[in-house]
């Protein structure tokens, strides 16, 4: 059976039936979360911090000397982002306040530069 696939479409071919399916584009956003200050304290052994993308909880444990983490979702997911100080002897922190918020791709392309003149010529 011949398959052929364009940027939103994909034809298939059966005998005695064409058809053409729509596909919808994928989008993944990928953010990069700044993270607080490490407290300081000489036994700060990690940092962890849940992700939890519509109520799906995923656990990363961070070098204390870490200044930002990356995770990628679809546009729509419900976020929230909690971060535990760790110590050497595992006594662990209380949560920080959640960072909720929905993903979406909000952001618009940066400014164009400017424009310039690079040729003149009298016709």
């Known amino acids: 059976m011949p398959v052929a696939i364009g940027p939103n479409w994909t034809y298939i071919w059966q005998p005695g039936q064409p058809t053409l399916q729509t596909v919808k584009e994928a989008t993944v956003l990928r953010y990069t979360i700044s993270m607080p200050a490490k407290p300081s304290i000489g036994d700060l052994a990690s940092r962890e911090v849940t992700i939890s993308l519509d109520n799906v909880p995923t656990v990363r444990s961070l070098h204390p000397d ?7 979702t679809d546009d729509g997911v419900n976020v929230s982002i909690v971060l535990v100080d760790i110590d050497t002897s595992g006594n662990r922190s209380a949560p920080s306040a959640p960072l909720a918020f929905q993903a979406e791709d909000t952001i618009p392309p ?12 009298q016709i």
């Open 66 to 72: 870490d200044t930002s983490f990356q995770f990628d």
């Open 110 to 121: 940066p400014t164009p530069g400017a424009l310039g003149v690079s040729n003149v010529e």
